[in-house]
């Protein structure tokens, strides 16, 4: 018997029947697959070619408003505020000091020029003219007696007799000037806004006995930009709104010659004699001063505009796609911008510019229905009062 080392063994099996079968398999597998998927009816993925949306049919078109190009009056406004105030006003005080005596007029009455308001005591300055006229007839007197005697008195003691009669006539014109003005009168025709004094209190020079306006036209002092002023003729319709949103209208009456450098703005004075009777001076109020306007411009609803790094542009509807497109504006209102390059009159913008449309999206216009000639005005600027 053999030693297991001598023992005969058979050989290994070759793999290669293996191997070729494997690839067989393989290669056939692979030549099969297309005709599987075409089974199903897909695409490689499966599922009908859904998975990712690659391969499946084509996006559903978004609808979307949409707007045209269509002439329309554009106005364009700026907004400031300030408080009302009387044509003219006066601090009346005396013109001396003395005693009240009587009062004649009180807060909220009417008075015309010439009316008396007040009357002071008066009776030292009347005194005091009386002493004036006293010393007067005494210096006539006596310039009669010297030029009687001018064979013995000298020409010059004689001039300075007159230059004293001339002083003392003076004097006393004076003091019946003084002793009129006891009686206070109203300069202009008014109304009584405040009464300071009382009777029997001191009137002073510094002390202001009544506050007077004339009231029968009202102004208001409105600053705008000089850019926004440029614009700004005298005549210009001013609109103007009180707290309980009282609405009356006044013009721009002057125009200050120069623009403040500290502020940029240029002043206006805007009047007024047509008013509510709770238009008073000092009232708070609010106005829109026409700036600009278009009669018939070719215009977008403003919110079919959008910026895009500062240029405006708008979304057409193109072929059924988003298109988008810059456009030069003009003249902006709070709901319809001019439109002077970038489109015509047959192109179809989307209504709402920013809102979620992309470009190259589909969209299924839904125009906008037909309307006539709009209005438009620009959202107001505001400024501090």
Not at 87 to 95: D, G, K, P, Y
Not at 199 to 225: V, Y
Not at 242 to 260: G, S, W
Request: glycine share 10%; with cysteine; aromatic share 4%.
């Amino acid at each position: 018997m053999l030693p297991k080392s001598k023992m005969h063994t058979p050989p290994r099996r070759p793999r290669m029947f293996m191997r070729g079968t494997i690839g067989t398999a393989l290669a056939l597998g692979l030549a099969l697959s297309p005709g599987c998927g075409d089974a199903t009816g897909g695409q490689p993925g499966g599922h009908g070619g859904q998975r990712g949306g690659r391969g499946g049919p084509e996006a559903k078109a978004l609808t979307v408003k949409t707007v045209t190009l269509r002439d329309a009056e554009i106005r364009r406004f700026y907004r400031t505020s300030g408080t009302l105030a009387a044509i003219r006003s006066a601090e009346i005080t005396a013109v001396q000091p003395a005693i009240i005596r009587d009062i004649t007029v009180d807060e909220g009455d009417t008075v015309v020029a010439g009316q008396v308001l007040a009357k002071l005591d008066g009776r030292e300055l009347g005194l005091q003219a009386g002493v004036a006229q006293v010393q007067l007839d005494n210096l006539e007197r006596e310039l009669t007696r010297l030029e009687s005697a001018r064979s013995v008195i000298s020409a010059e003691e004689i001039a300075q007799q007159r230059n004293a009669v001339d002083e003392a006539r003076a004097a006393l014109r004076l003091s019946k000037h003084q002793a009129k003005r006891t009686t206070v009168r109203a300069p202009f025709d008014g109304m009584i806004v405040a009464r300071h004094v009382d009777e029997g209190n001191l009137a002073t020079t510094a002390t202001a006995l009544f506050s007077l306006a004339d009231t029968s036209t009202l102004e208001l002092f409105l600053h705008l930009p000089e850019r926004d002023a440029a614009s700004v003729k005298i005549g210009t319709s001013v609109e103007i709104t009180l707290v309980d949103d009282a609405t009356f209208t006044a013009e721009i009456a002057r125009r200050a010659p120069v623009v403040d450098a500290t502020t940029g703005t240029v002043k206006f004075t805007v009047r007024t004699s047509e008013f509510p009777d709770n238009a008073v001076p000092g009232a708070f109020a609010r106005a829109r001063v026409l700036i600009d306007e278009r009669e018939a411009a070719p215009s977008l609803a403003s919110t079919a505009i959008f910026r895009v790094d500062g240029e405006p542009h708008v979304f057409v509807v193109d072929d059924g796609k988003a298109r988008r497109r810059p456009v030069k504006v003009g003249l902006e209102g709070s709901g319809r911008i001019e439109i002077i390059e970038g489109l015509n009159e047959t192109d179809i913008v989307v209504a709402e510019g920013s809102a979620g449309v992309t470009e190259g999206m589909p969209l299924q216009p839904d125009p906008e229905p037909k309307q006539g000639r709009q209005t438009a005005a620009r959202p107001e600027k505001t400024t501090g009062a």
